[in-house]
């Protein structure tokens, strides 16, 4: 009897709870599907980004893919509309998604995939002078102007223009990488990813009026054309500190990234994937 009481009072509360989110926010199972989205991609000439872009068109989304890099455009898929972008100016970033909404019929999504490394200590001496070096402050710049400053002003563009035009749902994907947690000779790629990761709690909160979601996936190593060219005795050294025993590829970052676009009850949080990796 006690039992049947509790399963009575929890499923009251429960709908009375469900019924209150449903009309001051947005969530409703299962609304937000791959083939629904209409979808903007930076980064997207290469690596991971031009991989994000291509499965997205495969199931079925509106793709715009921005990067700098026009050639590695180019090689994108039949289908993929493509621009060039550069993320760390304002004004170009308001005209992609301005354009993006005209080629697609509407915008809402983004992966803010964009971003770049200048790997210095901070401080170091010189094992044959002597001498004391210093990063550059145009390497520390040049991080943060690409990977945090520019991931701020595409999803600024993005979400206002979603909210101009009263577009919902929406979804914010950043990717920050495992080295937020702090890596040597990293100081200025650490910081940015650090930064990303804490605005996906700030921007989740920030945008839940408006019916958009915000998540972060933080890759550990995977495979790139420079970990493909590494020493072999080097690459099997990071290796053996991976627990599942090999480096992650374009496709185990997707499908994190999937993940986080269809799950409409994932909100404001990372989700590592680095094989176990970084484990605390």
Known sequence: MDVDVYVHVHVHVHVHVHVSVGVDRWYVRGEMKLQDLHIIVTGAARGMGAHFAT?????????????????????????????????????????????????????????????????????????????????????????????????????????????????????????????????????NYVATKAALAANTVTWAREFAPFGIRCGTVAPGMVETPMTRGMNQKARDKLVSAIPVGRIGEPEDIWLAVRFILECDYFNGRTLDVDGGLVMG
């Open 55 to 187: 499965r997205l068109a495969e199931a079925g989304a509106k793709v715009a893919a921005g990067d700098v890099d026009e050639e590695g455009l180019a090689e994108l898929p039949a289908g993929i509309v493509r621009r060039r972008l550069d993320v760390t100016d304002p004004a170009d970033c308001t005209a992609f998604v301005d354009w993006a909404r005209e080629q697609l019929g509407s915008v809402d999504g983004l992966v803010n995939n964009a971003g770049i490394i200048r790997d210095g200590l901070l401080v170091k001496r010189d094992r044959t002078t002597g001498a004391v070096e210093t990063l550059c402050d145009a390497d520390w710049r040049a991080v943060l102007d690409v990977n945090l400053t520019g991931a701020m002003q595409m999803t600024r563009a993005v979400v206002s223009s979603m909210v101009q035009t009263q577009t919902r749902p929406g979804v914010i994907v950043n990717v920050s990488s495992v080295s937020r947690h702090g890596n040597r000779g990293q100081s």
